[in-house]
């Protein structure tokens, strides 16, 4: 799921999402309950219509960003008091609010109100913070979302295995139409990462999916994906884009370089995107340097191309059960990381 | 035409003018010549193919924004010695330096170079200018341009009658495929702007175009084509749409006020364009007040949209021989310009 924040994924139209095939998005309920506000996108017939996308859209619970840009947050068994990054405005966040936001943005999935503790944090704070998510998740299931909306619960439990499984199976005790692991890609390694992971699938739903949060580089996906993972979002493909990294078969390239200035091959000669199908690396290092607004949709293409083509040769790998030759390509094709 | 300053009509990519219906954009020779560098465009197959725009190209001469945008100016016979804006180093311009530019870039109409004298100016300076550009006319003219180029003279003279005239005999005496007014909407009034158009048009070529550069509003365009004129190029629709000034048929709306923050109607009803086919009023409100780089692209694709039917009901009122009623339905659609 490319992020589309404030109810747009930054530098690109439903168009180019829809050509680029992009299947489903998502949106930070955080941002749009602060800026327009829910009630506004209710009144205008919801998400969907206020954003001009007609496929699904999953909504995060606001949570995770509380936590990492609003300021003056106290917390309690209600839930979050803070203040908005926009303006110091005072709001409450809590379970039943966050299902009621989520209700009136109209989201195809809508995730549950957690906490995401920060990383590293000792066993009794992670332990105490994952039993608040649970009670949380129930008040969550419990106050419901629309007819046409699934609920998705968040499992957490930090670094600890123990701490992990007893979520799950609380989740799991509670039922969800999926559910998610929280509380990664948040400073920990590689590692830790991939063993959480592995010591969590195995506990949640086998016919349900299974959705990574915040996750991450192809490689992180490749490796969630043989680990069981269904779902990921993150902002890298589009944030590089804008900054000007570009994701290729062969790794990064950083278009800025000198390099780049006469070539005037595609960024991928095999990619099939708009970006590649019409312009030289020479133009995009070009409006680069330049600072024109167009580097960034063209770059912001490229790079969710790619990554809409590799989860789909990853869906395509797995029905023909091919994932563990799929995956010795994928690092044969892989040159070492570019300097500068 | 929109101003496609540094080979990118800002926020758009080729794709998006052509379905808005542009059929020729201007390029800026001054930026293009310091970045990415002429020869570059040349070796990567010409500014069309570099920036993947396939219909005609007009550049300018570089000269207008050596005078507006670079520093440490001098200027003599041979031409313009002058500073870079983007990094301070030093370049040459002349006639025959600029016809080479351009005949690197490879666009379809091609502009002498010029002096374009500060407004006010006293009319022995006007007039001595004038006759630089004459003479630089001609070295622009026996330079010639490459063949599938069209040359464009350049009318200077300032607000003397006289030296107008003077100037446009003269470059007909030399011949030109086509014949520019230069050096208005430099900060004279409407009414000076439009006698000095009424007073040179008849003194050009009626089979051939006449091109006013760097004009303007709607009112200005329809008063201009009124008086003769067939070509125009301005940034107008392209800035104002970064701003979030947008035009309709009852003039300019701005789409940060309040009034538009829950209005689900497009920004024009009858409107046609992507934009006003998709998105209501309140969503690029949102987009303009969260800084969305998405809003460029879709007020940029309204203005120009606008601009763009402007000028084929103007050619269709001409060729049914309606302007004078055209004009009149023009300006009785609008509406005194809003508040705020």
Redesign the interface.
Known sequence: MPVGT???V??????DLEDIGVGILLANTY?LFL??GHE?IR???GLHR???WNRPILTDSGGFQVYSLATLRTLSEEGVVFRSHIDGSEHVLGPEKAMAVQEALGSDIVMAFDECPPYPSEYAYVRDSMELTTRWARRCRDRGVGENQALFGIVQGGVYRDLRIASAEALLELGFEGYAIGGLSVGENKETRERVIAETVPHLAPDRPVYLMGVGTPEDIVEAVRLGVDMFDCVLPTRNARNGSLFTAEGRITIKNAQY??D?RPIEEACGC?TCR???R??L???F??R???A???NTIHNLYYYARLMEALRTAIRNDELESFCRTFYENRNPPEQG
């Not at 930054?10 to 168009?15: Q, R, S, T, V, W």
């Open positions: 404030a109810a747009s930054k530098a690109l139209g439903p168009d941002h800026r327009p506004i009144n205008l017939g206020f954003m001009g200035a006469q005037a708009y019409h312009f030289s020479a133009y290092r070009h409006l340097m330049a024109e607004i167009l960034y949709r063209l």
